[in-house]
């Protein structure tokens, strides 16, 4: 059982220093400030430079990544924010979009890695909490087995991370070489953001809000 435990923490420690040095410092260095645009405003560019403006864009919380070829689910909060990390995630998700346009099986993917990540360790986490509770199993092996569902969905989410960041290279490099926004300047930070933001689901979402700022 704790080799399990160990097996499992692994991956989900990695990927917690993976996220500190290649998200978290960026993201607290540039993107507290606001930009000129709008999540919302910078989508509707995005889609526009990329020759997808039919894409039907939807305004309203969702739990996960809820996007497609001619999708895409905005929070109130990403749609109407102008602070720099906000923005960035919503053009990652544009980018994302576009990547669906020209291969939609391993956008595909990836969205159910983000989803897995999110349901699966909480979901296995109330089942053994009652199995504990009517004496059906341990709490050594639940925690094991817990630690197990996390590095599972862990490793889900390295294995597909490259479509991501694919997604915020493009986004990158379209921020930085076109008139997306009107200063070079702020498209280099925002640039510097999307980049930062593909990493930020490098973590389940179960336990991403540990460390969190």
Not at 161 to 176: C, D, F, Q, T
Request: glycine content about 8%; proline content about 3%; overall charge positive.
């Amino acid at each position: 059982m704790k080799f399990l435990l160990l097996l499992g923490l692994i991956p989900v420690f990695a990927a917690f220093l993976a996220r500190k040095f290649l998200s978290d410092g960026t993201i607290k260095k540039e993107g507290e400030d606001e930009v000129s645009v709008t999540g919302a405003e910078l989508v509707e560019r995005i889609l526009k430079k990329g020759n997808a403006s039919s894409v039907e864009v939807q305004v309203k919380s969702r739990p996960f990544m809820v996007l497609g070829p001619e999708r895409l689910v905005l929070s109130p909060t990403l749609a109407e924010s102008k602070r720099g990390r906000d923005v960035a995630e919503a053009g990652l998700l544009a980018g994302m979009v576009l990547m669906a346009r020209r291969q939609a099986k391993v956008v595909g993917w990836r969205k159910w890695a983000v989803k897995f990540g999110s349901a699966m360790p909480a979901f296995t986490t109330i089942v053994l909490f009652f199995a504990i509770v009517i004496g059906r199993v341990s709490a050594s092996l639940s925690l094991s087995v817990i630690a197990a569902t996390l590095g599972l969905a862990t490793l889900f989410l390295w294995f597909t991370l490259p479509v991501e960041r694919a997604a915020a290279k493009m986004v990158a490099e379209l921020l930085e070489e076109t008139a997306l926004v009107a200063r070079r300047s702020e498209g280099e930070r925002l640039g510097n953001l999307v980049r930062a933001m593909s990493w930020r689901r490098i973590i389940p979402g179960a336990v991403a809000w540990i460390g969190r700022k």
